[in-house]
């Protein structure tokens, strides 16, 4: 598992030149860090956790160029990206994901508003 001090970092390959940090943007999200994809409810009364974790980052708003930056990185729906994000332990972690952009969003003279997106299949790079 590959640990980073700096922040926040989204690229296409997890090597310094193609991974961008994102305070460098000024677009640091909100960050939520789920170790499972989903939690069942087993016969016993206990709880399981099944599947890949999974991140989201949420923005209050965006200009249109953070929106733009961020787009760049997933074209369509969803595309295969690196990202460095916060776990439950408070640790940057380095992980190559699925990232998801919002299907609906809300536009304010240039700005988008609460916009989230979704990292799935968390796994974590060696």
Request: hydrophobic fraction near 35%; proline fraction near 3%.
């Given at each position: 598992?590959?640990?980073?001090t700096?922040?926040?970092?989204?690229?296409?390959?997890?090597?310094?030149?193609?991974?961008?940090?994102?305070?460098?943007?000024a677009?640091d999200?909100?960050?939520?860090?789920?170790?499972?994809s989903t939690?069942?409810?087993?016969?016993?009364?206990?709880?399981?956790?099944?599947?890949?974790?999974?991140?989201?980052?949420?923005?209050?708003?965006?200009?249109?160029?953070?929106?733009?930056?961020l787009?760049?990185?997933?074209?369509?729906?969803?595309?295969?990206?690196?990202?460095a994000?916060?776990?439950?332990?408070?640790?940057?972690?380095?992980?190559?994901?699925?990232?998801?952009m919002?299907?609906?969003?809300?536009?304010?003279?240039?700005?988008?508003?609460?916009?989230?997106?979704?990292?799935?299949n968390?796994?974590?790079?060696?």
């Open positions: 598992m590959t640990t980073t700096n922040g926040y970092k989204l690229g296409l390959t997890s090597t310094s030149g193609g991974f961008q940090l994102l305070s460098v943007l677009i999200p909100e960050s939520q860090f789920k170790d499972y939690i069942v409810k087993l016969a016993n009364g206990k709880q399981k956790g099944l599947g890949y974790p999974v991140a989201t980052w949420h923005y209050g708003y965006l200009t249109e160029e953070q929106w733009t930056t787009k760049s990185y997933c074209t369509a729906v969803s595309n295969d990206v690196y990202i994000t916060m776990n439950n332990n408070g640790d940057y972690v380095v992980y190559s994901a699925v990232m998801n919002p299907d609906q969003y809300i536009v304010r003279a240039t700005r988008y508003i609460d916009i989230t997106i979704t990292f799935t968390l796994i974590a790079v060696a």
